[in-house]
């Protein structure tokens, strides 16, 4: 392809996301940025038409299952007769003189039918195949939602304390740069020591580097947002949903968290679908030693008037083997086995991995919970002291600097608990994130915007009131309908198989 070529699909593209784009009307709130980012987000998008692909691959695998059927036409022109003699087999003598049975020029057709058992049979094997990858597509659609989620959270917490502290944090770093080129002119004049000076202009300096690190990040999460909710980036945000001060769980049950997270994480239930696809091999391979009986049929036709029966009709069946599949069978068997065991460990290893995930991310919940406590007493305190320092210098007993220097000290406390109290909200979130819970089924419907949020909304309501779904057996499961807290959830008797929750899609149990 030419530059010219590149430039052009660049263009193209370019103008199909910006008329994709769908206004914002009002405020943000965290429902709606997730329900936005779940209906008009590009990677959520591909998920589902992936996972629809999938589906459409069934119907595709079944019709394998089926005789083959082929119809066939021709035609044939020769410049001659196709004359010939006839010997005869004892006497060695000709028996006939030259003769023809067909026409120089004519037409045959046939319509033929086969069928054979081992090939319907291998074709069943892969269409149970087919169907586990399309649960497997639905299992990674729920990690794409699941992940997506989890990017949405982040980014809106980081971008309300955007919201919150970049119109007090420009100016202060307006002040702060105004104290370093005042602390310049009073290094020039030598009206102060050169020692104090340096110290307070490399205190001035990292608080800055600080400031301005701080604003960069507070700027990237906006656009970040911007991006996952598929608005230009140019758009004002209203973020509506503020951070209040949050009510930690009592305490977190990780026994039940762990339960939670071997049943619902998607990456777990692919390495089940994954391992049933291995098995199916096996089937395959045995299936291959066996001999193919199948039957065939056909009808014919033939133009040439010199026969006696221009349409006629054959039926048969016939039995094949394959005489080297019964040599390389039995290794192509153990292989197929072989690959089922290492499904079957590849998924243990990974329920390790998850299991760790549970038990970081309850940890680190609490360890927010701690921080945010710290947060909340150093923000109490610094303004309580950028109070004091505004009472003494306006009664004259502190300079500009010191009173700067405070203010810069609050805005640090504040934005530092206002930074905690997002990574304790996300924190949490990702507690729900680790264990595999939904926050809207893969399978439900995402085309009523309107409708969507009010789901999500509802689903975060039940998360900052710490329930998990109910894993209960389905004899116990009706007496015990309903969410459970996350200190209360304990896991089922350990017989049976755990129902999946409402918030799992029907088909990915």
Same mark, same amino acid.
């Given at each position: 392809?030419?530059?010219q070529?590149?430039?052009?699909?660049a263009?193209?593209? *370019?103008?199909?996301?910006?008329?994709?784009?769908?206004?914002?009307?009002?405020?943000?709130?965290l429902?709606?940025a997730?329900?936005?980012a779940?209906?008009y =987000?590009?990677?959520?998008?591909?998920?589902k038409?992936?996972?629809?692909?999938q589906?459409? %691959?069934?119907?595709?695998?079944?019709?394998?299952?089926l #005789? /083959?059927?082929?119809a066939?036409?021709?035609? @044939?022109? !020769?410049?001659?007769?196709?004359?010939?003699?006839?010997i005869?087999?004892?006497?060695?003598? &000709?028996?006939?003189?030259?003769?023809?049975?067909?026409?120089?020029? /004519?037409?045959t057709?046939?319509?033929?039918f086969?069928? =054979?058992?081992?090939?319907?049979?291998?074709?069943?094997?892969?269409?149970?195949?087919q169907?586990?990858r399309?649960l497997i597509?639905v299992?990674?659609?729920?990690?794409?939602?699941?992940?997506?989620?989890?990017?949405?959270?982040?980014?809106?917490?980081?971008?309300?304390?955007? %919201? $919150?502290m970049? #119109? &007090?944090?420009?100016?202060?770093?307006?002040?702060?740069?105004?104290?370093?080129a005042?602390?310049?002119?009073?290094?020039?004049? /030598?009206?102060?020591s050169?020692?104090?000076?340096?110290?307070? *202009?490399?205190?001035?300096?990292?608080?800055?580097?600080d400031?301005?690190?701080?604003?960069?990040?507070?700027?990237?999460?906006?656009?970040?947002?911007? @991006?996952?909710?598929?608005?230009? *980036?140019?758009?004002?945000?209203?973020?509506?949903?503020?951070? +209040?001060d $949050? !009510?930690?769980?009592a305490s977190?049950?990780?026994?039940?968290l762990?339960?939670?997270?071997?049943?619902?994480r998607?990456?777990?239930?692919?390495?089940?679908y994954?391992?049933?696809?291995?098995?199916?091999d096996?089937?395959?391979?045995?299936?291959?030693?066996?001999?193919?009986?199948?039957?065939?049929?056909?009808?014919?036709?033939?133009?040439?008037?010199?026969?006696? /029966? =221009?349409i006629?009709?054959q039926?048969?069946?016939r039995?094949?083997?394959?005489?080297?599949?019964m040599?390389?069978?039995?290794?192509?068997?153990?292989?197929?086995? @072989?690959?089922?065991?290492l499904?079957?460990?590849r998924?243990?290893?990974?329920s390790?991995?998850?299991?760790?995930q549970?038990?970081?991310?309850?940890?680190?919940? !609490?360890?927010?919970?701690?921080?945010?406590?710290?947060?909340?007493?150093?923000?109490? $305190?610094?303004?309580?002291?950028e109070?004091?320092?505004?009472?003494a210098?306006?009664?004259?007993?502190?300079?500009?600097?010191?009173r700067?220097?405070?203010?810069?000290?609050?805005?640090?406390?504040?934005?530092?608990?206002?930074?905690?109290?997002?990574?304790?909200?996300q924190?949490?979130?990702?507690?729900?994130?680790s264990?595999?819970v939904?926050? $809207? #089924?893969?399978?439900?419907d995402?085309?009523?915007?309107? &409708?969507?949020?009010? +789901?999500?909304e509802?689903?975060i309501?039940?998360?900052e009131?710490?329930?998990?779904?109910?894993?209960?057996?389905?004899?116990?499961?009706s007496?015990?309908?309903?969410?459970?807290?996350?200190? =209360?959830? !304990?896991?089922?008797?350990?017989?049976?198989? #755990?129902?999946?929750?409402?918030?799992?899609?029907?088909?990915?149990?």
């Amino acid at each position: 392809m030419s530059l010219q070529e590149h430039i052009a699909r660049a263009d193209a593209d *370019q103008a199909a996301i910006t008329a994709g784009y769908v206004p914002l009307k009002g405020g943000l709130s965290l429902g709606t940025a997730i329900a936005r980012a779940l209906k008009y =987000n590009y990677d959520a998008q591909v998920a589902k038409l992936e996972a629809s692909q999938q589906e459409k %691959q069934i119907d595709l695998a079944l019709m394998q299952m089926l #005789p /083959h059927l082929a119809a066939d036409a021709g035609y @044939s022109h !020769r410049s001659n007769n196709n004359a010939a003699e006839s010997i005869d087999w004892f006497s060695n003598e &000709r028996s006939l003189d030259y003769s023809y049975s067909e026409q120089a020029s /004519h037409g045959t057709g046939d319509i033929s039918f086969s069928w =054979n058992v081992m090939d319907a049979g291998i074709s069943y094997f892969s269409a149970r195949q087919q169907s586990y990858r399309a649960l497997i597509a639905v299992e990674r659609r729920r990690r794409a939602i699941n992940d997506l989620v989890k990017a949405v959270t982040t980014s809106y917490w980081e971008a309300v304390a955007a %919201q $919150v502290m970049l #119109p &007090r944090l420009d100016p202060i770093i307006k002040d702060a740069e105004d104290m370093l080129a005042a602390s310049h002119d009073a290094a020039n004049a /030598h009206l102060q020591s050169p020692l104090t000076l340096l110290d307070y *202009q490399q205190y001035i300096i990292q608080l800055l580097g600080d400031l301005r690190r701080i604003r960069d990040e507070l700027v990237s999460a906006r656009i970040q947002l911007a @991006s996952l909710i598929d608005i230009p *980036q140019d758009s004002v945000l209203t973020l509506t949903t503020l951070p +209040q001060d $949050v !009510r930690p769980i009592a305490s977190l049950d990780n026994a039940a968290l762990e339960r939670m997270g071997l049943v619902m994480r998607p990456e777990l239930r692919m390495e089940v679908y994954q391992q049933k696809i291995d098995r199916q091999d096996v089937y395959k391979e045995i299936l291959k030693m066996m001999p193919g009986i199948g039957a065939i049929g056909n009808g014919n036709f033939d133009s040439n008037s010199l026969l006696v /029966h =221009n349409i006629w009709g054959q039926i048969g069946v016939r039995g094949t083997i394959n005489l080297m599949n019964m040599v390389q069978g039995p290794r192509a068997i153990a292989m197929a086995k @072989s690959n089922v065991k290492l499904s079957e460990a590849r998924r243990l290893a990974l329920s390790i991995s998850v299991l760790t995930q549970v038990n970081l991310s309850a940890q680190r919940y !609490r360890t927010a919970l701690d921080g945010l406590k710290t947060a909340r007493e150093i923000n109490d $305190v610094s303004l309580q002291m950028e109070r004091l320092a505004d009472v003494a210098s306006s009664a004259g007993a502190q300079s500009k600097a010191d009173r700067i220097r405070h203010q810069m000290a609050a805005l640090l406390g504040q934005l530092a608990y206002s930074r905690n109290l997002a990574q304790t909200h996300q924190a949490l979130a990702n507690i729900y994130a680790s264990v595999g819970v939904d926050l $809207v #089924p893969a399978n439900s419907d995402m085309q009523d915007l309107d &409708r969507l949020t009010v +789901q999500v909304e509802h689903s975060i309501a039940g998360w900052e009131a710490g329930q998990l779904p109910n894993l209960a057996l389905p004899e116990t499961a009706s007496a015990a309908a309903g969410a459970v807290p996350v200190a =209360n959830a !304990r896991p089922p008797a350990p017989s049976g198989q #755990p129902v999946a929750s409402a918030a799992a899609p029907a088909s990915a149990g």
